[in-house]
């Protein structure tokens, strides 16, 4: 019943290069993305503005919305697609002003002369004025900032200099990728989202800790045998903890992301590739760089 049998051998560390090489090229797509998008896209928690959820009973055209809101001078609105095939989107105004309490009975007399007064239903209405949301955009990335370094001086507390230095490479490495993927599949960047993230952090440095931790095992078992043959053991005896913990929360985050909803997809998605990619930085990012730091001195 074992999906990995004991004793096996894989040899990880000989494919280093190419994960490094692929880590680059995924963590330089995310730059172009974000590049091409002019930044995150940000969600009304870190923008401010004010977002209206509509449904409506039959699928309508982005168009016939836009119309609706230019007829009362509402043009610099973003009407998104909820993905509920046409029935429900989201419409997103900025706030210029503190007069604000009026924008969104602007909106739905607007909706009505295009659609009918029954014909529309407004689920949700958020207003976040812009001082809160910049405050919200530099606590959230704060948080995310201090739990990387807080997590990589544990790991050098716990272990040693070059276990931290491997661990804050590879919850940077994490960071950036996950970001990346938001921006590419365009997912709103809100407070879920941060929370999503501070989850991978904490999720990618517990996988590494344990891998470490049997490195640091190792090398006192066998001090003549060479770093890169007990960081590549290290790996291969730790894999199958790594693989049924991993699969068993992507199964269940891959259930959210399918069946939970528009609301929460970007949170799923998040930490459907955070749980992915701290596995693979673990093993590839984290290890190698404690494999460089140990032949360093030897090649000064």
Known sequence: MELIKPGTNFDFIR???????????????????????????????????????????????????????????????????????????????PVTSSETKGITDTVTQA????????????????????????????????????STVLMAAYIWFRFEFRFGIGAAVALVHDVLVAIGALSVFNYEIDLTVVAALLTVVGFSVHDTVIVCDRIRENMRKGRRESIGNIINRSINETLSRTVLTT??????????????????????????????????????????IVLWMERAPARR
């Open 15 to 93: 494919f280093r290069w190419i994960a490094l090489g692929i880590s680059w090229v995924l963590i330089a797509i995310g730059i172009f993305s974000l590049i091409i998008r002019g930044g995150p896209n940000y969600g009304i928690d870190f923008s401010g503005g004010i977002m209206l959820h509509l449904r409506f009973p039959q699928p309508q055209s982005l168009n016939d919305i836009r119309h609706a809101l230019d007829s009362v001078n509402l043009s610099d609105a973003t009407i998104q697609d909820f993905g509920s095939g046409g029935t429900e989107f989201l419409v997103r105004l």
């Open 111 to 146: 909706l009505q002369q295009q659609f009918g007064k029954d014909h529309f239903e407004v689920l949700r209405v958020e207003l976040v004025g812009p001082r809160v949301g910049s405050e919200l955009r530099q606590r959230a990335l704060l948080a995310v900032m201090f």
């Open 247 to 288: 699969g068993t929360a992507i199964l269940v985050v891959l259930s959210l992301f399918i069946l939970g909803g528009n609301v929460i997809r970007g949170f799923a998605f998040t930490l459907l590739v955070g749980f992915i990619i701290g596995t693979y930085s673990s093993i590839y990012i984290a290890s190698p």
